[in-house]
């Protein structure tokens, strides 16, 4: 039973890299600066909301420069942003393809996490050249638990193929779900230190809010490793580690349980 | 009579397909919840394939004729295990081709040459072996000035050709064909019907469905003759077509 499904999955392996390429492709296609965009969006959005935080808001100590502080946990949160937004609407969008030939649909929600996991790879390089920046201004020190970052990024990237597969599953009997969750990803972000610290919520007692919510590990342990040079506490990396397999079941459970009814829906 | 000593490919047993025929479709939440609170959330049944057993055996032709939404499509879908069905059992061994709807896997933005690597994965194809194959699909098509043009400038005719070849690289044990032969200018039919005759030589085992009964009586040894979902006559490809010509 595993051995026909793994298989299965090899066998459609240069599907999801043909499907993720020709996604790049035709994002970037006549745009002259092409994949350049995918760094330099981040840096530009990070520029306009560094320069409105520091003029409107007064600051609140968060031990870094603001705008690496921000980039840190946005770079983590669009990435579960675009992944959970296109595999939502990746089974409605492929429709004409799933009706006609058997392919194993979940390739369609792996394959848009992909392509956003490698828009993130652009922007984790677009994330160094700024805290490089502040490394020479001796703002920002670098340490060697730099080299663990992959935990939280494969964290999150594994919580957002569950997310992904559950709301790609529902959407289909309920499209009311895809214009939900624009509105719900912004209430996410902003129960999502990114820009705020949460020293800050521990003054108002609100700390818990936050901690209920699964992206506030992976981004704290992300910038704790990035430039605090702190490893993540081991009930962090357990409550990360249970949230993500979870999901994953969760998301593989219902999955399954929907995907024979897609065709009729689609 | 033939003895029946060959493998069987495809078994088809009981098998039943159910479709909602909801008279509106509901997709959203907040009419599936007033619906349900109405209690109106019943939907008709349609039955498209009802109850039906058929075998298949290896090097078979096998044709399935029948008047518009007699349940042909339906069953080619669940034997390419496009659509599961409500009930019942599909067994089928060795590799299927589906020829359902040419070039449903391309995307008309990328050019020829991306569609072909990209078509040939959704066929399950790996890389290297479309790399092997490329000029003969290239060659067979007849389209090399035209591959690196955007597929949505091409006629139809001209993305059934390239499709056509993708589809028929790899020699399947199962080639399920569901009038597509009617697309394409005559020299390229000719071509693909030569490919078909060529596969059935080496022993490809061939589901097809067609209206055209002259193809039928020409290529198949075997006819089902569906009618409302129902098996109306299954057998030699003589009697059954007499039958539905007289009908």
Known sequence: ?266 | MKVNNKKKVVQVENVSMHFNMSSEKLDSLKEYFIKLLKRQLFFKKYVAIDNISFSIEQGDVFGIVGLNGCGKSTTLKIISGILKPTMGSVVVSGSVAPLIELGAGFDMELTARENIYLNGAVLGYSKKLIDEKFDEIVEFSEMREFLDVPMKNYSSGMVARIAFAIATIVQPDILIVDEILSVGDFHFQEKCNRRIEQMMKNGTTIVLVSHDIEQIQSLCNKVMWLEKGKIKMLGGVKEVCESYKNS
Not at chain 1, 254 to 263: E, G, P, S, V
């Open chain 1, 1 to 266: 039973m595993l051995k026909a499904y793994w298989r299965d999955f090899v066998k459609f392996i240069p599907l999801l890299v043909g499907l993720t390429s020709r996604d790049f492709k035709l994002k970037y296609r006549r745009s002259f600066l092409g994949i350049l965009w995918s760094m330099l969006n981040p840096l530009l959005i990070m520029l306009v909301l560094t320069s409105v935080f520091a003029i409107i808001l007064r600051q609140q100590p968060i031990g870094m420069p603001f705008a690496v502080y921000y980039i840190t946990g946005a770079t983590l949160f669009n990435f579960f942003n675009e992944a959970s937004s296109s595999s939502m609407s990746s089974i409605i969008g492929n429709a004409p393809l799933i009706k006609k030939v058997y392919i194993p649909k979940y390739i369609f929600v792996l394959e848009k996490c992909s392509f956003s996991f490698i828009n993130m790879l652009f922007s984790l390089i677009a994330m160094m050249g700024v805290i490089l920046f502040y490394v020479i201004t001796g703002e920002v020190k670098l340490h060697l638990t730099v080299f663990l970052i992959f935990i939280p990024i494969i964290f999150i990237f594994v919580f957002s193929v569950g997310v992904g597969l559950i709301l790609s599953a529902l959407s289909v009997f309920f499209r009311d779900i895809t214009h939900i969750w624009g509105v719900l990803i912004t209430l996410w972000m902003y129960f999502t230190p990114l820009i705020y610290s949460i020293d800050l919520l521990r003054d108002h007692g609100l700390e818990w809010v936050v901690k209920l919510n699964p992206l506030f590990y992976f981004v704290d342990d992300f910038r704790n490793l990035m430039i605090c040079g702190i490893f993540p506490s081991m009930d962090h990396f357990l409550i990360s580690f249970c949230i993500c397999s979870a999901t994953l079941l969760l998301g593989m459970l219902i999955f399954r349980i929907f995907q024979d009814r897609f065709i009729l829906h689609i």
